[in-house]
């Protein structure tokens, strides 16, 4: 039933522990079962026989956040996050997934998205272009596809993130096209569960190619890392929003107005430790006159997780707001006024987390800080003129 | 376990810090000991006071049931599994720095903090808790006290023994006992704080910890020194010492180590190599270029074919690398990496190294060599896969003829890792009839009932 692969990961396991202090779960739940050894330790009792498949078990398992700093730091270089990617599966297949993801598999089924919300709500957060969106959505013949993701397109605190990225693109005159109302779920939330994403890999791969476009954008780094990782190779670059403002603010230097605030950056671990991109955000952000960037101790590789890894946050909020709170606190003590992601849902805990504390430290992403700075740039696309739509700020106050 | 003697357990530490769920039981199971022995305990608790502790021990001493104290569970000689279906208790919540005394240099703590913890506040203190085991930013100062952990600072520094002034103990019957305290001298009767160093929760357990702390030494300088002949860095080590010189760190790698690590991390090193100094020198700024400088000629003369002295905190980290990487390097090998702990007399050092690997090639196993060359404390480490039987045969043969090799060389079983399950058929070896008698007389003394930690060190003391 466990692929043998993994019994032979489990065997790997010399339970040292040093894996204890890197488990946002550990660290909040002090308890054996909340750490990475501990579950290894019951999907090993699984594999031999001496642990039945349950709830409580599903529960263990689930509660990962699959942030893999466990991983990065095990010495014996156990694949930690395989093993639990597989007993996900285990479980996923055995009928004991949780009841929020069970929701949450239905809805990516039956509507395409993950808010389970009908597909022509897709543009909704581009409403203040009038039918810009609609018209461009399919086109062919532009270089790079905007690939939308379901939070920042479906879920309005995010909105602001999606607006900065196609807002910066505008300005700069990049010709970039959408999905639109079509665009489904990239099925990494799937996988995250433990379920297929082959369905999301068909449909997406065929949408893509469709557009003929070069390049594929994504403010979302859980989509870039499916993008990147678990899709198989569809002939177009994948590129983090923040990897191409980086790129954008080298090629093209649009002026920049100062951002004379101290801003602290979050590492997103599907963007950073899953992905390898640490450089490109803070090159965007270096690039903002005046900003003073200032880095938490954890940082880059070792960046803690904000609380909102893997699905955590649908099946234990609690959980998921304690880790958050303790990556807040990280991020206050760097004296920084603003918490600058590149993540929409490390930005919506992180931003709960500082609401709950009642925190002086705006949340914003990397995107919006650039879109601020160049507003001042003339307006214009394809030769058509469009109106600003407002570019609020996520404060966290 | 009886369900009166749960619902009690539950009515002394709370319904939520009684765990029996099987996957709790499952998770308390174990220790970092290899190979595994997993043993499910009938229960866990999480203390969170003294008096939790003394009702949970009161009432283990009515009902007759067993319990093994724990903390972080990184110990490598199985002190912490729950043979004979034990209650875990557990003092990770335990977890307060109580106080950081400038003026009379000393901290208390309870027994779950972690050790980088207690490290890292001293720190902002200008102070520094010298004792720093590998395992120091997962074990705590509880579990670090009773197996009286040592690390890398040794030779200059000694072990976490030489650090506590005074604990406070629960006995295995509920009494509360405080040893000493803040005072630097105390010989108002037998020394009891230095009866619970390293008792493995067989005689109390410690909640609460009041150690010594040292000025933060100013700077550190790092070399490392390679050689082709062992030998030659063994008499380097000598020299050093003889030399009046006492570096905070004088670490070994031997010839199969580097090769491991170089696998692993590709540091450049030469695949020829017979053995690895590291050695770090703390102390004035001022005086540190010139005992490094003097350290790096006594290595060349004694035969070091290449010397590196780190001249910025980048190359230290970078001279770092090697012994770093040891265990990452070897643990990769094979599935189960077995990290063995002797100690001989420093004059031994190559002799022993000698022996491991003799006796592993005898036996087909792999074994490498690294440790703490300055006090003499080796850790032989095996690499091999625990289901693999036959395998695992040889392996235990190779085991037992290295501790008989350090025994016979003038050393003992365990530097650090304490004695436990894994290495309690080799204890009256190490220690003699007259020694062991006395330990298990004390053990019935403080223990009557056997509650504590059954089966640790030595046999079911009772039967004795």
Same mark, same amino acid.
């Given at each position: 039933?466990?692929?043998?692969?993994?019994?032979?990961?489990?065997?790997?396991?010399?339970?040292?522990?040093?894996?204890?202090?890197?488990?946002?779960?550990?660290?909040?739940?002090?308890?054996?079962?909340?750490?990475?050894?501990?579950?290894?330790?019951?999907?090993?009792?699984?594999?031999?026989?001496?642990?039945?498949?349950?709830?409580?078990?599903?529960?263990?398992?689930?509660?990962?956040?699959?942030?893999?700093?466990?991983?990065?730091?095990?010495?014996?270089?156990?694949?930690?996050?395989?093993?639990?990617?597989?007993?996900?599966?285990?479980?996923? *297949?055995? +009928? #004991? @997934?949780?009841?929020? !993801?069970?929701?949450?598999?239905?809805?990516? &089924?039956?509507?395409?998205?993950?808010?389970?919300?009908?597909?022509?709500?897709?543009?909704?957060?581009?409403?203040?272009?009038?039918?810009?969106?609609?018209?461009?959505?399919?086109?062919?013949?532009?270089?790079?596809?905007?690939?939308?993701?379901?939070?920042?397109?479906?879920?309005?605190?995010?909105?602001?993130?999606?607006?900065?990225?196609?807002?910066?693109?505008?300005?700069?005159?990049?010709?970039?096209?959408?999905?639109?109302?079509?665009?489904?779920?990239?099925?990494?939330?799937?996988?995250?569960?433990?379920?297929?994403?082959?369905?999301?890999?068909?449909?997406?791969?065929?949408?893509?190619?469709?557009?003929?476009?070069?390049?594929?954008?994504?403010?979302?780094?859980?989509?870039?890392?499916?993008?990147?990782?678990?899709?198989?190779?569809?002939?177009?670059?994948?590129?983090? *929003?923040? +990897? #191409? @403002?980086?790129?954008? !603010?080298?090629?093209?230097?649009?002026?920049? &107005?100062?951002?004379?605030?101290?801003?602290?950056?979050?590492?997103?671990?599907?963007?950073?430790?899953?992905?390898?991109?640490?450089?490109?955000?803070?090159?965007?952000?270096?690039?903002?006159?005046?900003?003073?960037?200032?880095?938490?101790?954890?940082?880059?590789?070792?960046?803690?997780?904000?609380?909102?890894?893997?699905?955590?946050?649908?099946?234990?909020?609690?959980?998921?707001?304690?880790?958050?709170?303790?990556?807040?606190?990280?991020?206050?003590?760097?004296?920084?006024?603003?918490?600058?992601?590149?993540?929409?849902?490390?930005?919506?805990?992180?931003?709960?987390?500082?609401?709950?504390?009642?925190?002086?430290?705006?949340?914003?992403?990397?995107?919006?800080?650039?879109?601020?700075?160049?507003?001042?740039?003339?307006?214009?696309?394809?030769?058509?003129?469009?109106?600003?739509?407002?570019?609020?700020?996520?404060?966290?106050? | 376990?009886?369900?009166?003697?749960?619902?009690?357990?539950?009515?002394?530490?709370?319904?939520?810090?009684?765990?029996?769920?099987?996957?709790?039981?499952?998770?308390?199971?174990?220790?970092?000991?290899?190979?595994?022995?997993?043993?499910?305990?009938?229960?866990?608790?999480?203390?969170?006071?003294?008096?939790?502790?003394?009702?949970?021990?009161?009432?283990?001493?009515?009902?007759?049931?067993?319990?093994?104290?724990?903390?972080?569970?990184?110990?490598?000689?199985?002190?912490?599994?729950?043979?004979?279906?034990?209650?875990?208790?557990?003092?990770?919540?335990?977890?307060?720095?109580?106080?950081?005394?400038?003026?009379?240099?000393?901290?208390?703590?309870?027994?779950?903090?972690?050790?980088?913890?207690?490290?890292?506040?001293?720190?902002?203190?200008?102070?520094?808790?010298?004792?720093?085991?590998?395992?120091?930013?997962?074990?705590?100062?509880?579990?670090?006290?009773?197996?009286?952990?040592?690390?890398?600072?040794?030779?200059?520094?000694?072990?976490?023994?030489?650090?506590?002034?005074?604990?406070?103990?629960?006995?295995?019957?509920?009494?509360?006992?405080?040893?000493?305290?803040?005072?630097?001298?105390?010989?108002?009767?037998?020394?009891?704080?230095?009866?619970?160093?390293?008792?493995?929760?067989?005689?109390?357990?410690?909640?609460?910890?009041?150690?010594?702390?040292?000025?933060?030494?100013?700077?550190?300088?790092?070399?490392?020194?390679?050689?082709?002949?062992?030998?030659?860095?063994?008499?380097?080590?000598?020299?050093?010492?003889?030399?009046?010189?006492?570096?905070?760190?004088?670490?070994?790698?031997?010839?199969?180590?580097?090769?491991?690590?170089?696998?692993?991390?590709?540091?450049?090193?030469?695949?020829?190599?017979?053995?690895?100094?590291?050695?770090?020198?703390?102390?004035?700024?001022?005086?540190?270029?010139?005992?490094?400088?003097?350290?790096?000629?006594?290595?060349?003369?004694?035969?070091?074919?290449?010397?590196?002295?780190?001249?910025?905190?980048?190359?230290?980290?970078?001279?770092?690398?090697?012994?770093?990487?040891?265990?990452?390097?070897?643990?990769?090998?094979?599935?189960?990496?077995?990290?063995?702990?002797?100690?001989?007399?420093?004059?031994?050092?190559?002799?022993?190294?000698?022996?491991?690997?003799?006796?592993?090639?005898?036996?087909?196993?792999?074994?490498?060599?690294?440790?703490?060359?300055?006090?003499?404390?080796?850790?032989?480490?095996?690499?091999?896969?625990?289901?693999?039987?036959?395998?695992?045969?040889?392996?235990?043969?190779?085991?037992?003829?290295?501790?008989?090799?350090?025994?016979?060389?003038?050393?003992?079983?365990?530097?650090?890792?304490?004695?436990?399950?894994?290495?309690?058929?080799?204890?009256?070896?190490?220690?003699?009839?007259?020694?062991?008698?006395?330990?298990?007389?004390?053990?019935?003394?403080?223990?009557?009932?056997?509650?504590?930690?059954?089966?640790?060190?030595?046999?079911?003391?009772?039967?004795?």
């Amino acid at each position: 039933m466990i692929a043998s692969r993994v019994s032979d990961l489990v065997a790997t396991c010399t339970r040292c522990g040093y894996c204890l202090p890197t488990c946002p779960t550990y660290l909040s739940l002090e308890t054996e079962r909340a750490t990475p050894r501990g579950r290894i330790a019951l999907i090993r009792a699984l594999i031999e026989g001496r642990l039945d498949l349950s709830e409580n078990l599903a529960q263990q398992v689930y509660q990962c956040l699959g942030c893999e700093l466990c991983t990065l730091t095990c010495p014996g270089g156990v694949n930690i996050a395989e093993i639990l990617s597989e007993a996900k599966r285990i479980l996923a *297949s055995a +009928e #004991f @997934l949780p009841p929020a !993801l069970d929701r949450l598999r239905s809805q990516i &089924r039956q509507s395409g998205n993950i808010a389970g919300e009908p597909g022509r709500n897709r543009l909704l957060w581009g409403q203040d272009y009038g039918e810009m969106l609609q018209e461009m959505a399919g086109a062919k013949g532009a270089d790079v596809l905007l690939f939308m993701g379901c939070v920042p397109s479906l879920f309005p605190m995010a909105y602001p993130l999606l607006r900065s990225v196609a807002e910066i693109m505008l300005k700069t005159e990049i010709d970039f096209t959408i999905l639109g109302e079509s665009e489904i779920c990239c099925g990494y939330p799937l996988l995250a569960a433990g379920l297929s994403m082959d369905e999301q890999i068909e449909r997406n791969v065929a949408a893509i190619a469709a557009t003929g476009a070069t390049k594929l954008v994504t403010a979302c780094p859980s989509c870039f890392h499916a993008f990147k990782v678990h899709y198989p190779e569809m002939g177009v670059e994948v590129w983090h *929003s923040s +990897e #191409f @403002l980086a790129q954008i !603010l080298a090629e093209r230097a649009p002026a920049l &107005r100062p951002y004379p605030k101290a801003v602290t950056y979050h590492d997103p671990c599907d963007l950073g430790r899953k992905s390898g991109i640490y450089e490109a955000p803070r090159q965007v952000l270096k690039a903002i006159p005046d900003l003073q960037l200032l880095e938490m101790v954890a940082n880059r590789e070792k960046a803690f997780c904000c609380g909102g890894g893997g699905n955590l946050e649908s099946i234990d909020p609690e959980l998921s707001h304690s880790i958050a709170d303790r990556r807040l606190d990280q991020a206050l003590a760097t004296g920084a006024e603003v918490i600058a992601s590149a993540c929409q849902q490390c930005e919506r805990t992180l931003l709960m987390a500082a609401r709950r504390a009642r925190a002086k430290i705006r949340v914003m992403d990397v995107a919006q800080l650039v879109a601020e700075a160049v507003a001042d740039m003339g307006l214009s696309h394809s030769g058509k003129s469009y109106p600003t739509p407002p570019n609020k700020e996520i404060v966290g106050y | 376990m009886d369900t009166s003697t749960l619902r009690q357990l539950a009515n002394i530490v709370g319904e939520e810090d009684l765990l029996t769920s099987p996957e709790d039981l499952i998770c308390y199971s174990y220790d970092a000991s290899q190979p595994t022995s997993d043993q499910l305990p009938s229960a866990v608790v999480n203390a969170d006071s003294t008096e939790e502790v003394a009702a949970v021990l009161r009432l283990a001493n009515r009902r007759r049931f067993t319990v093994v104290p724990r903390g972080s569970g990184t110990n490598l000689s199985g002190g912490t599994i729950p043979v004979q279906g034990a209650v875990v208790l557990n003092l990770g919540r335990m977890n307060q720095i109580l106080e950081i005394d400038a003026d009379n240099l000393t901290a208390t703590v309870e027994p779950g903090v972690i050790t980088d913890q207690l490290q890292a506040a001293v720190r902002a203190h200008g102070l520094l808790y010298p004792p720093d085991p590998a395992s120091s930013s997962v074990s705590t100062i509880g579990g670090n006290v009773a197996e009286n952990a040592g690390g890398l600072r040794g030779l200059r520094y000694g072990v976490t023994g030489d650090y506590v002034l005074g604990l406070e103990v629960v006995l295995a019957t509920g009494e509360v006992m405080a040893t000493g305290g803040k005072c630097f001298k105390d010989v108002a009767g037998y020394d009891l704080t230095s009866l619970f160093i390293g008792s493995e929760g067989t005689l109390g357990v410690v909640t609460k910890i009041t150690v010594k702390l040292i000025p933060l030494p100013q700077a550190t300088r790092s070399l490392l020194a390679l050689y082709c002949q062992l030998e030659d860095a063994a008499r380097s080590v000598s020299g050093i010492i003889a030399a009046h010189l006492v570096p905070a760190t004088l670490e070994i790698l031997d010839g199969a180590t580097i090769r491991y690590v170089e696998d692993y991390q590709g540091l450049g090193l030469p695949l020829d190599l017979g053995a690895a100094l590291l050695v770090e020198v703390d102390g004035r700024e001022a005086n540190l270029d010139q005992e490094a400088s003097e350290i790096a000629a006594i290595c060349r003369r004694m035969g070091a074919n290449d010397v590196q002295v780190a001249s910025s905190e980048g190359e230290a980290v970078a001279l770092r690398e090697a012994r770093k990487a040891a265990l990452p390097a070897l643990a990769r090998v094979r599935p189960t990496t077995i990290l063995e702990d002797v100690t001989v007399p420093r004059s031994q050092l190559p002799s022993m190294v000698n022996r491991v690997r003799d006796i592993a090639q005898r036996h087909d196993v792999l074994i490498a060599v690294f440790g703490h060359a300055g006090d003499g404390n080796l850790h032989p480490t095996c690499m091999t896969d625990e289901r693999d039987k036959v395998e695992m045969v040889r392996v235990e043969a190779a085991l037992s003829e290295i501790f008989v090799a350090a025994l016979e060389l003038g050393g003992t079983i365990t530097g650090e890792h304490g004695v436990g399950l894994k290495k309690r058929p080799f204890l009256p070896q190490a220690v003699g009839q007259p020694r062991l008698e006395a330990m298990v007389k004390i053990k019935n003394l403080l223990d009557p009932q056997g509650i504590l930690n059954p089966g640790k060190i030595f046999e079911e003391s009772r039967a004795t």
